[in-house]
């Protein structure tokens, strides 16, 4: 057994047919279908059952499927890695965001672009789950992220370089006419206002951080919504639904003129960032060339 052959194992599996993964491999069906019986031959166990005109894998083949996945995943990582050796820093460099972390790319990016200029990027936003999965799968090879990153991933195997911290701020709608000279916030202002949070199922600690500042100065926050996103709670905001507290680098994104932004005179109440990746998974040359170029132009901390 080859890594051809698990590559057409993988195909089948993925496709659950072996005519369509013929026609994706570019390949016959009966030359397919005599790969695989060899396999099965050769590995002593059936890999497939056959159910009308679809294949189900078997737990054998589903066991094979998981190590044939990480098998080619290192092939493939190997082959980078003696490119890297010939060709320098270039390629395709993978970057998940959280959506409140997108405004912290631009700059990086510039800057790197100009330095090595053979290096072209892909961006995926997503929320904490969705980009563990990913980071997982080495569908990317980092994540900028809020700290704690709250993925499903065991953190013992993700590596995190810290980033500067990013204080709250207070967004109110511009239609509220009584706060329009106001300049500062205190979190104790607060009170009885009517709030809107960041939280989802798997993502819930920016939610706990405003819930905790507000019991600090002795009084339970008024929240009449929890938010899936930012673009929800910037659009209840505009309509002059409530208020939110948000890291100030969140509203980057925004140039909404219904919206406010008020800094919070005591800024006790930050939120982390940080660079993510995967400790056991190969890191490019260009990704690890990338962190080091942030971690020098903010002088941040060692890598852990």
């Excluded at 929320?127 to 980071?135: K, R």
Aim: some cysteine; aromatic content about 8%.
């Amino acid at each position: 057994m080859d890594m051809r052959q698990l590559k057409y194992f993988l195909t089948i599996a993925r496709e659950g047919q072996v005519t369509r993964a013929a026609k994706i491999l570019n390949m016959e069906q009966p030359p397919l279908s005599r790969q695989l019986k060899q396999m099965e031959d050769e590995l002593g166990v059936r890999l497939f059952d056959r159910h009308g005109k679809g294949l189900q894998l078997t737990d054998a083949g589903t066991l094979l499927k998981q190590k044939a996945e990480t098998l080619i995943s290192q092939f493939n990582e190997t082959i980078e890695e003696m490119k890297e050796l010939e060709e320098g820093v270039r390629g395709v460099l993978s970057i998940g965001a959280v959506f409140s972390c997108i405004s912290l790319l631009p700059q990086p990016i510039e800057r790197f672009r100009r330095l090595y200029p053979h290096v072209n990027f892909k961006i995926l936003e997503g929320d904490h789950y969705y980009l563990g999965e990913q980071l997982e799968k080495r569908a990317i090879d980092i994540v900028f992220a809020r700290l704690p990153f709250e993925a499903l991933t065991d953190p013992k195997q993700l590596a995190v370089m810290p980033l500067p911290s990013d204080p709250f701020v207070v967004v109110i709608p511009s239609k509220w006419e009584q706060y329009h000279d106001t300049e500062l916030f205190c979190i104790e202002e607060l009170a009885g206002l009517p709030l809107l949070t960041l939280k989802t199922d798997q993502t819930t600690h920016m939610h706990e951080q405003v819930i905790t500042a507000c019991r600090k100065y002795n009084f339970e926050p008024n929240i009449i919504c929890e938010c899936s996103s930012v673009a929800i709670t910037i659009a209840l905001i505009a309509e002059g639904i409530g208020i939110s507290l948000l890291p100030r680098s969140v509203m980057n994104s925004f140039m909404d003129p219904r919206v406010k932004m008020i800094p919070l005179s005591n800024e006790e109440l930050q939120s982390d960032n940080g660079i993510i990746w995967h400790r056991d998974h190969y890191l490019p040359k260009s990704a690890r060339f990338f962190i080091e170029s942030i971690q020098a132009d903010h002088h941040s901390v060692d890598i852990e």
